[in-house]
């Protein structure tokens, strides 16, 4: 059974930083992709950014690019996103998925397992 739990958010000051973490548990994931998104009240969930767990190919929303970078520490089991310069409208939750292939997938239903988000708000 793949678990994730996501870790790391909180509030902020806008021009902030927050670093999201999540453990994954429950499987080899060397063949997985990993994702984040996040949903705003009111508003579809978004991509955020996915990583391929065995060679690191990186793919992120193209207006987040140089503000959020994700990671992985394979001995851990964990991804990370680190967040800076944070805005208002960053505010939302923010999910880790799991894909069971390694490429890139932006589209929330390509993803097979979720996290149960963790709540970032910036305040300006």
């Known amino acids: 059974q793949v678990q994730l739990v996501e870790s790391g958010g909180g509030l902020v000051q806008a021009g902030g930083s927050l670093r999201l973490s999540c453990a994954a548990s429950?499987?080899?994931?060397?063949?997985?992709?990993m994702g984040w998104f996040r949903q705003a009240p009111g508003k579809e969930r978004e991509f955020v950014a996915s990583?391929?767990?065995?060679?690191?190919?990186?793919y992120y929303q193209d207006s987040l690019k140089g503000r959020f970078t994700i990671s992985r520490d394979n001995a851990k089991n964990t991804v990370y996103l680190q967040m800076n310069s944070l805005k208002p409208e960053d505010t939302a939750t923010y999910y880790c998925?799991?894909?069971?292939?390694?490429?890139?997938?932006?589209?929330?239903?390509?993803?097979?397992?979720w996290g149960q988000g963790t709540q970032v708000t910036v305040s300006s």
């Open positions: 990583i391929t767990w065995s060679d690191s190919n990186t």
């Open positions: 998925a799991a894909h069971v292939g390694r490429g890139y997938f932006r589209i929330s239903w390509e993803y097979n397992y």
């Open positions: 429950g499987r080899t994931f060397s063949s997985y992709t």
